[in-house]
Every structure is written in C-alpha cells, then in structure tokens.
C-alpha cells in the first residue's frame, strides 16, 4: 500500500476550534492554523447560511445521522472541509484528493476501497467503541421516590 489514511476521529469541540481558527485569520496574508493535519468527524454535517442583504456566509455543524465531515489541512494555512455520506468516501477523499464520481484519475474509488479496507475497518471500529463509551452512564441512576415506596412496601 503506497499511501496509507493519515485520518483521525475528533469530536465536536475540536472541529468548532478549528472552524474558529479559520474564522479569525481569514483575513491575514498568511494564515498559520492551530492543528494542521487530517481529521474526520462522525455525525454532523456542514451547513452554511448566507444572510439577506450581507455578503458573508455562516457555517454551522449540525448533528446528522451516519454523516461525516472532512477536515484537511495538512499545510497548516488552508482548511478544506466537505461532507460524505460514507466513511470510505470521507477517507478517499483526504487521501487522494478526489471525490467517489471523479473519473479523471488513473485510479477508481472501488479500487482505492479494496486496497484500504483494513484501515477503514480500523476506523469503523473506533466509532463502535466511542459510541458505545457515549452510551454507559456516568453514574449509576439515583433511587425514586416510588422505587423506594416499593421496597418498603415489601418488608
């Protein structure tokens, strides 16, 4: 394999910090980025929303089911960010560069899958354990007042 995926899962908190970063140096000349690197996030998709009569344009993440978004900025000056409906897409496009419908390319995207789909198990697998660590409670739930009548009724 010549070129293995480079992608780490963040969270939320983490992708809105380097939204923001992109955000405050827009404007400068050349821009130095907090994290540079590849990045993808689980369950949320990248909205925009232009105003009536401004020119900028806002961007939001929302939660969306089984949707991902792509962070790369491996030179640590530009941030390009899309959304995939797949992991696999996500992975293929920051390690290739293309998205799934492009045909310009010496290499297809059902190519690129079988050659890497170990690492996106890998990955995959990473998303089962954080959801399931998501789903155990902190603590364990704190007794009813009708679940304490219950067992007083017993005695």
Request: aromatic content about 10%; hydrophobic content about 35%.
């Amino acid at each position: 394999m010549k070129n293995p995926i480079r992608a780490t899962i963040i969270s939320v908190d983490q992708a809105r910090a380097m939204l923001k970063d992109q955000h405050e140096q827009r404007d400068e000349r050349f821009p130095q980025l907090a994290i540079s690197g590849q990045y993808i996030l689980p369950d949320y998709r990248l909205t925009r929303k232009r105003e009536a009569f401004k020119i900028r344009k806002h961007t939001f993440l929302k939660r969306h089911f089984r949707s991902y978004v792509a962070f790369d900025s491996d030179n640590g000056q530009t941030l390009w960010i899309h959304n995939f409906p797949s992991l696999s897409e996500a992975c293929f496009w920051l390690n290739t560069g293309l998205k799934p419908g492009d045909t310009d390319s010496a290499k297809s995207y059902q190519d690129w899958k079988g050659e890497h789909a170990d690492e996106i198990e890998v990955l995959k697998e990473q998303l089962r354990t954080q959801h399931k660590e998501k789903k155990q409670p902190a603590a364990p739930k704190p007794l009813t007042v009708a679940a304490v009548k219950k067992a007083h009724a017993k005695k």
